[in-house]
Antibody
Framework: EVQLVESGGGLVQPGGSLRLSCAAS????????MDWVRQAPGKGLEWVGR??????????EYAASVKGRFSISRDDSKNSLSLLMNSLKTEDTAVYYC?????????WGQGTLVTVSS | DIQMTQSPSSLSASVGDRVTITCRAS??????LNWYQHKSGKAPKLLIY???SLQSGVPPRFSGSGSGTEFTLTISSLQTEDLATYYC?????????FGGGTKVEIK
């Protein structure tokens, strides 16, 4: 079964840092782009960033709202994706999903909640 | 960035009704339009990719159509389990962008 499981969410103060993880199973992780997408409370889905595969030099891209603060990395040997979030703002409060990407997002993980508050 | 606009933002319909959701792109996205179903507290689920291809396991009452800048998602006969928010998403160019969502309620 193709599965993605996020972890690492929690409460963090503004200006703080947090690292999210996404464990993948059931497919050849190294072949695929992997993305992070978030949903703030009461809002819609917002793309956060992408980690491309080895064939595309592991390049990354980020949404303008997080560029310079967030960093995505992957460990193909562990089928794992990470999102390092620095300089967190209250507006970063959201459920963060990892998703297998390419032409579309499928599957998605169940999400992990990040709350940025003092 | 390409802006995606969905309408309506919410709707209420009866079981068995035909439901149509519209998604408009701010510029042509050819056929690179996907639809997702998001139930509260669950992972979003891919329903339809590249306009009209039904994802495996998705009931055939869901269908998609359109091209260029205007697209539709149709539920031919609404069921109680279709209670959810539906999102369109373009994959024509980076960054991927989503519509604002359409919340479907059952009367």
């Amino acid at each position: 079964e193709v599965q993605l499981v996020e972890s690492g969410g929690g409460l963090v103060q503004p200006g703080g840092s947090l690292r999210l993880s996404c464990a993948a199973s059931g497919f050849t992780f190294s072949d695929h782009y992997m993305d992070w997408v978030r949903q703030a409370p009461g809002k819609g889905l917002e793309w956060v960033g992408r980690a491309r595969n080895r064939a595309n030099s592991y390049t990354t891209e980020y949404a303008a709202s997080v560029k310079g603060r967030f960093s995505i990395s992957r460990d193909d040997s562990k089928n794992s994706l990470s999102l390092l979030m620095n300089s967190l703002k209250t507006e970063d409060t959201a459920v963060y999903y990892c998703a297998r990407a390419g032409g579309w997002f499928d599957p998605w993980g169940q999400g992990t909640l990040v709350t940025v508050s003092s | 960035d390409i802006q995606m606009t969905q309408s309506p933002s919410s709707l209420s319909a009866s079981v068995g009704d035909r439901v149509t959701i519209t998604c408009r792109a701010s510029q042509s996205i050819s056929k690179y339009l996907n639809w997702y179903q998001h139930k509260s507290g669950k992972a979003p689920k891919l329903l339809i990719y590249v306009v009209s291809s039904l994802q495996s396991g998705v009931p055939p009452r869901f269908s998609g159509s359109g091209s260029g800048t205007e697209f539709t998602l149709t539920i031919s006969s609404l069921q109680t389990e279709d209670l959810a928010t539906y999102y369109c998403q373009q994959s024509d160019s980076m960054p991927p962008t989503f519509g604002g969502g359409t919340k479907v309620e059952i009367k």
